[in-house]
């Protein structure tokens, strides 16, 4: 794919696209072509040949004189276009298509196409932090276990022609049924070593509320940790009655471990895991190594 420089003068922005997203609408692209000509812009729309990813295409941008990268989709579209401007000037835009967009929500960006690109058109800028495990980094969570493997599950199911909700909640209710757990070794940065037999590890970029009203959510994108919690429990009923505890009672379990950190390695006997990035699965080869990356992305958001 070639791309031409913005014409001097011109606004230097640039804006990729996921169409797919969860949504639904039948053609995104005009529908935020119109929205961006309403404050007199006309960014370029940049899409992937058949031999790229959207970071490859995001990669590309960079060197074409663009300050700031629009990208509209899911949690997991803005994650693979985000990790191609970590620690640059680039700016971020976040136009949120996708089922759940946790990311935009955090940042209080709103699910509305208009109000969103209001936002991005106003043009305040913060830094945020970004995690990454073994390379591979992510803007909202990781986990290990059992996620994963409900959103593998979840996924099949969909090709079968399962709505999103009802794949996952099939998906849920069959591993819970098949319930197996890991065993973890966590070498932790400034803490000590922890040992534990858990059906998931999750680990959040920055810290996760798990109260029922707030369940899910970030006060904060910009601590500069990662918030690691994982249940040490061993059968399917005593995970569920931990989590129910935790969400409906407001304090954290005793058979719950978490606590904040910089970085850790997971080990374990098996040479490859399974690990979710923002919902995206993949094998990975154990160790994990997790880390924090300190406000290394810079996205438009409003309240900065």
Not at 172 to 195: E, Y
Not at 234 to 251: D, M, N, P, Q, Y
Request: glycine share 8%; net charge positive; with cysteine.
């Amino acid at each position: 794919m070639t791309l031409s420089p913005p014409a001097a003068g011109s606004p230097r922005m640039c804006c990729i696209l996921n169409e797919k997203a969860g949504r639904g609408e039948r053609d995104v692209a005009k529908l935020v072509r119109a929205s961006f000509a309403r404050h007199g812009l006309t960014p370029e729309f940049l899409k992937p040949d058949g031999t790229q990813s959207l970071t490859d295409v995001a990669r590309s941008a960079l060197g074409q004189g663009y300050d700031t990268v629009v990208c509209g989709g899911g949690d997991g579209t803005i994650n693979a276009v985000a990790g191609a401007l970590l620690d640059t000037e680039v700016k971020l835009g976040v136009l949120p298509l996708g089922t759940l967009n946790h990311f935009a929500r955090d940042l209080n960006i709103p699910l509305d196409l208009d109000a969103a690109v209001q936002v991005i058109v106003d043009a305040t800028s913060r830094k945020v932090d970004v995690g990454e495990v073994n390379g591979h980094v992510f803007l909202n969570n990781s986990s290990v276990g059992l996620y994963p493997s409900i959103v593998r599950l979840r996924e099949g199911l969909q090709k079968h022609g399962y709505k999103k909700w009802l794949a996952l909640l099939r998906a849920s209710i069959s591993m819970l049924t098949r319930f197996r757990t890991l065993r973890l070794a966590l070498d932790i940065r400034g803490k000590p070593a922890v040992q534990c037999r858990t059906a998931v590890l999750f680990i959040g970029n920055n810290t996760y509320d798990t109260t029922l009203l707030r369940l899910g959510k970030r006060a904060a994108l910009d601590r500069g940790h990662l918030w690691a919690m994982m249940p040490a429990v061993e059968t399917r009923w005593k995970l569920i009655r931990t989590a129910l505890a935790l969400v409906f009672s407001g304090e954290t379990p005793a058979d719950i471990i978490s606590f904040e950190t910089e970085s850790m390695t997971v080990s374990t006997r098996h040479k490859r895991l399974r690990v979710s990035t923002d919902g995206e699965i993949r094998q990975m080869r154990a160790p994990l190594r997790y880390r924090t990356r300190p406000q290394s992305l810079h996205v438009l958001a409003p309240g900065a």
